[in-house]
């Protein structure tokens, strides 16, 4: 069982930043991609930004030169600092963690969601 918490989330005026972290703990062994998707009211969960173990990243475009995404692997935890922050961001954001192991067996847990609200 491995539980996937967020935190950070809240109301910024845009233009700010905001600044999301999420810990996985339980039984966790390996953890592959780590990644952080959004769902806005009336729009479905759509993919921001992921973060390999070796580090390799991709975004959303929307987001691209505005947020980050950075893993400590000793630690689990993933981070997405979130930059110029626009009301189009406003959405519940969800922490995401994967691992592909045969062996093992395969890993693709989320955590509750926490709510960003930018403000114009």
């Known amino acids: 069982q491995v539980q996937v918490v967020e935190s950070g989330g809240g109301l910024v005026q845009a233009g700010g930043s905001l600044r999301l972290s999420c810990a996985a703990s339980?039984?966790?062994?390996?953890?592959?991609?780590m990644g952080w998707y959004r769902q806005a009211p009336g729009k479905q969960r759509e993919l921001v930004a992921r973060i390999t173990r070796g580090g390799s990243t991709n975004y959303a475009d929307s987001v691209k030169g505005r947020f980050t995404i950075s893993r400590d692997n000793g630690k689990n935890t993933v981070s997405l600092q979130m930059n110029s922050l626009e009301p189009e961001d406003t959405a519940v954001y969800y922490c995401?963690?994967?691992?592909?192991?045969?062996?093992?067996?395969?890993?693709?847990?989320w955590g509750q969601g926490i709510l960003v609200t930018v403000s114009s």
């Open positions: 339980g039984n966790i062994f390996r953890i592959d991609v």
């Open positions: 995401n963690m994967l691992r592909f192991d045969y062996v093992r067996g395969n890993l693709d847990a």
